[in-house]
């Protein structure tokens, strides 16, 4: 059983749309972060949210945690190429961390 | 920079031929990590590390083994790899408390034959 579902498993879109991602949980976490990792390199820390209903900006990337802190959401605004990777949420409840699978995003030109 | 190290970034071995994995963080980090990424299974957590001399389990942790001397170096250890082993390697390592950002390796691609 996977404690965070991410959603969708893949997704790929023309260059200029606006997308969303999300991942879920029955469960209460402390904190959320959101990864993007590139084929072939590590994943890369975009953001921690910690307060239910926090919104967070990175550019055209906009990150919300949910009311209850057990779900989150990634929007993004005008997708470009750039933005293609995996897409990966992990989440700290009860003393353990847990990964999301990932949304592979592919942004074609 | 500030960044994880993992030597090497390619590796094929055979089955039983025990190998060892580095990593070592330049940040002064307490936390460090193992996980291993397999397709459909996403990031699973072998071992971890809260701090020198201290290592715990994770999800997947047999088969393997760390050791935590210095702050700076977390290696993993395959005693005798097997064929199952075969995947990507993480290193991670974060500041202060488990649940911060990590800062991950650029990964080892391990083949066992």
């Known amino acids: 059983t996977q404690l965070l579902e991410q959603s969708p498993q893949f997704l790929s879109i023309q260059e200029g749309e606006n997308l969303t991602v999300y991942c879920n949980s029955s469960s209460v976490f402390s904190s959320l972060q959101w990864y993007r990792q590139e084929p072939g390199e590590g994943p890369v820390l975009l953001v921690t949210v910690v307060t239910g209903g926090e919104v967070k900006k990175l550019k055209r990337l906009t990150f919300q945690f949910g009311d209850a802190r057990k779900d989150s959401s990634l929007h993004i605004t005008a997708a470009q190429p750039g933005d293609t990777g995996l897409y990966l949420c992990r989440g700290s409840t009860l003393g353990r961390l847990y990964f999301g699978r990932g949304t592979q995003l592919t942004v074609w030109p | 920079e500030a960044q994880v190290t993992q030597n090497p970034r390619y590796l094929i071995t055979v089955t039983g031929k025990k190998l060892t994995v580095t990593c070592s963080q330049n940040?002064?980090?307490?936390?460090m990590s193992w996980y291993r990424q397999d397709p459909g299974l996403g990031l699973r957590q072998i071992y971890y590390s809260m701090n020198v001399e201290v290592t715990d389990k994770g999800d997947v942790p047999e088969g393997y083994k760390v050791s935590r001397k210095e702050k700076r170096n977390f290696p993993l250890i395959l005693e005798s790899p097997s064929p199952n082993q075969t995947s990507l390697y993480f290193c991670?390592?974060?500041?202060?408390?488990w649940g911060n950002g990590y800062t991950f390796g650029s990964g080892t691609r391990l083949t066992v034959v």
């Open positions: 991670a390592s974060s500041f202060g408390g």
């Open positions: 940040m002064n980090h307490e936390y």
